[in-house]
Structures are given as structure tokens and as C-alpha cells.
């Protein structure tokens, strides 16, 4: 499995638009989450999208985000076709690898436990993000 690393500028026009499609599509469409996607983060300098292409489009993304201290991984996601494979753990271990640390993230509530096999942990009170629990989540040591 190849996993692809760009950022906005280096990416060629369908690719970003099949990326920013499949998150659209799990995200808002399959979770029925009417909310802002495209938060303008993906245009960002410092964002990295990462992702896996089996040959007809991305089938699993994610993208890390730049903090003032440390990185955050965001908008991890699998098409449904394409889920119980182990491509987003794979993504993630791959981004996890390239963050500074601390890297955190945002964490739909019921799938801590995975992101705890990853070495996250819990960083504060769950809360609701556009009608779906979640957790924030750290790991604040070196890598």
C-alpha cells in the first residue's frame, strides 16, 4: 500500500477534489452531520494531506494541521467500500510518524479506544461537535 503525502499547492485539481469528495461524503452525507467541511484549513501552507489510492481515487485520507506547538491530525477517514482493511490505521500510524509532537486530535467518542492503541490519550471533557460526541485526544511525549 502506497500512501501519498502533498500538500494543497502539490496536488493535482481531481485528487484534491476526490479527497475533499470522499470526506464530504462520509462526514456530512453517511453521518448526516449538515456542518462546514471545507473549513479552509486544507489551503493552509502547513497542512499535509495524506492519503491511499487503490486506482480510482483516494479510498482513505487524513490531513495534519500545523499548531503553534506541535501537529494535529484531522479528518481521518476510509470509503465505505474500502473499510476493514486497516488503511486508516495505517494512514494514522504514517502521520503519527511525521508529526512533532505534541500531536492531538479530535475524536468521534466511540472510537477512543482505537486511537488508544495509537498511544492517544485523553486530554480533557468529552463534547459535542455538530451533533456527534467527541473526545480531545494527545500524545504529548517524543515519538
Same mark, same amino acid.
Given at each position: 500500500?502506497?500512501?501519498?503525502?502533498?500538500?494543497?499547492?502539490?496536488?493535482?485539481?481531481? #485528487?484534491?477534489?476526490?479527497? $475533499?469528495?470522499?470526506?464530504?461524503?462520509?462526514?456530512?452525507?453517511?453521518?448526516?452531520?449538515?456542518?462546514?467541511?471545507?473549513?479552509?484549513?486544507?489551503?493552509?501552507?502547513? #497542512?499535509?494531506? %495524506?492519503?491511499?489510492?487503490?486506482?480510482?481515487?483516494?479510498?482513505? %485520507?487524513?490531513?495534519?494541521?500545523?499548531?503553534?506547538? !506541535?501537529?494535529?491530525?484531522?479528518?481521518?477517514? #476510509?470509503?465505505?467500500?474500502?473499510?476493514?482493511?486497516?488503511?486508516?490505521?495505517? $494512514?494514522?500510524?504514517?502521520?503519527?510518524?511525521? %508529526?512533532?509532537?505534541?500531536?492531538?486530535?479530535?475524536?468521534?467518542?466511540?472510537?477512543? !479506544?482505537?486511537?488508544?492503541?495509537?498511544?492517544?490519550?485523553?486530554?480533557?471533557?468529552?463534547?459535542?461537535?455538530?451533533?456527534?460526541?467527541? $473526545?480531545?485526544?494527545?500524545?504529548?511525549?517524543?515519538?
Amino acid at each position: 500500500m502506497a500512501i501519498h503525502t502533498a500538500t494543497a499547492t502539490e496536488v493535482d485539481v481531481p #485528487t484534491l477534489y476526490a479527497l $475533499l469528495r470522499l470526506r464530504v461524503d462520509v462526514f456530512v452525507v453517511e453521518q448526516a452531520s449538515a456542518y462546514p467541511e471545507l473549513d479552509g484549513r486544507d489551503l493552509e501552507a502547513g #497542512t499535509l494531506h %495524506c492519503w491511499v489510492d487503490e486506482g480510482a481515487g483516494p479510498v482513505a %485520507c487524513l490531513r495534519i494541521l500545523e499548531k503553534p506547538v !506541535g501537529q494535529r491530525i484531522s479528518r481521518v477517514v #476510509t470509503a465505505p467500500r474500502a473499510r476493514g482493511r486497516g488503511l486508516a490505521g495505517q $494512514l494514522l500510524r504514517y502521520a503519527i510518524d511525521r %508529526c512533532g509532537r505534541p500531536v492531538s486530535l479530535s475524536a468521534q467518542a466511540h472510537l477512543a !479506544g482505537w486511537y488508544e492503541g495509537f498511544g492517544f490519550e485523553v486530554a480533557g471533557p468529552g463534547y459535542d461537535e455538530d451533533g456527534i460526541p467527541h $473526545l480531545p485526544m494527545i500524545i504529548a511525549g517524543g515519538p
